[in-house]
């Protein structure tokens, strides 16, 4: 220990060590300073120790190298200072494992599992749909016309299908869909007969102002006298529109007779225009009508 003291009082007096050193008179008048320095500092060297402490001064015993830049040294100092980093890069590690394993583990095969649904659907589901399909409306129809409208809906979509055309595949499958409920559906077309809708009207068409267009205003109540909302192709402006109660255009002839038959009594006693039956598409009329419809007047 006094002589890593002397080591350091020499590196103290660095001026003192570079003057005195170099010759063996120079190293003896060094000891006998160094000895009246720690004298006057009411300490005792030994010689020997004073010696030792000049030598090891030379020889750099205690004196410290920082070792040179390279791999090993920044691993070393990031290993002594992991306190300081370790936490923080600790937690980012935990956090990207968390995320990759969330990713890689979770959201990934979600999604590999939501397209391959996707797929099989429009592969296999939608084409399975329109068969099922195609095979209720040609057990149930009662007109030939029915199954050759599905057989096209059925060929179009599976064509669309094949083609990974899901938005078309679908609404060829409802298009099928609304044929199946048309076919299925039962109901009386009656001429309205209430105080606040008109029973008929006319109209003069802009294309052709020298003609006039007659219309009686019909509803289609069902089994239990409930008025359905059916879809009704717009003459006038070429739209189709769900609607409770539509125009709908007959002879001059048929027009004028429902405008007696209310005129008398306010009452329409002959109100039934036709039936729509069971496994039918069009509904069956008592009366001439000329086939076009408005749905606005």
Do not use: C
Not at 38 to 53: A, S
Not at 100 to 106: A, L, N, Q, R, T
Not at 168 to 186: F, G, I, K, P, S
Not at 216 to 244: C, F, H, Q, R, Y
Request: glycine letters at 8%.
């Amino acid at each position: 220990m006094l002589a890593m003291d002397v080591v350091d009082t020499l590196r103290h007096r660095q001026d003192l060590a570079v003057r005195e050193l170099g010759t063996d008179a120079k190293e003896r008048q060094l000891i006998d300073k160094l000895r009246d320095i720690y004298h006057q500092q009411g300490i005792e060297v030994p010689d020997h120790i004073l010696k030792e402490g000049v030598a090891a001064l030379q020889e750099s015993r205690f004196v410290y190298d920082p070792p040179k830049p390279g791999f090993g040294t920044t691993m070393a100092r990031l290993y002594v200072g992991r306190k300081r980093w370790g936490k923080p890069v600790g937690a980012a590690l935990i956090a990207l494992l968390v995320l990759g394993v969330g990713y890689f583990g979770v959201w990934q095969p979600y999604q590999n599992g939501v397209a391959e649904a996707a797929r099989i659907e429009l592969a296999e589901g939608l084409p399975a749909q329109m068969d099922a399909l195609y095979q209720t409306i040609f057990e149930e129809t009662k007109v030939q016309q029915a199954v050759l409208d599905a057989e096209a809906l059925r060929t179009r979509g599976k064509t669309f299908a094949a083609e990974g055309n899901r938005a078309a595949a679908e609404e060829a499958v409802a298009q099928l869909t609304a044929l199946r409920d048309q076919l299925r559906q039962e109901y009386t077309l009656r001429v309205v007969n209430r105080s606040d809708v008109r029973s008929g009207f006319w109209t003069i068409p802009e294309v052709n102002t020298a003609a006039t267009n007659y219309y009686i205003v019909v509803e289609a109540l069902d089994a239990d006298g409930k008025a359905l909302s059916l879809p009704i192709l717009n003459e006038e402006n070429g739209e189709t529109e769900i609607v409770d109660i539509w125009g709908l255009r007959v002879p001059e002839a048929v027009y004028d007779g429902v405008a007696a038959d209310k005129s008398d009594d306010g009452i329409i006693e002959i109100n039934e225009v036709g039936r729509k039956a069971d496994g039918f598409l069009d509904v069956e009329y008592n009366m001439p009508v000329l086939g076009g419809a408005v749905t606005r007047w």
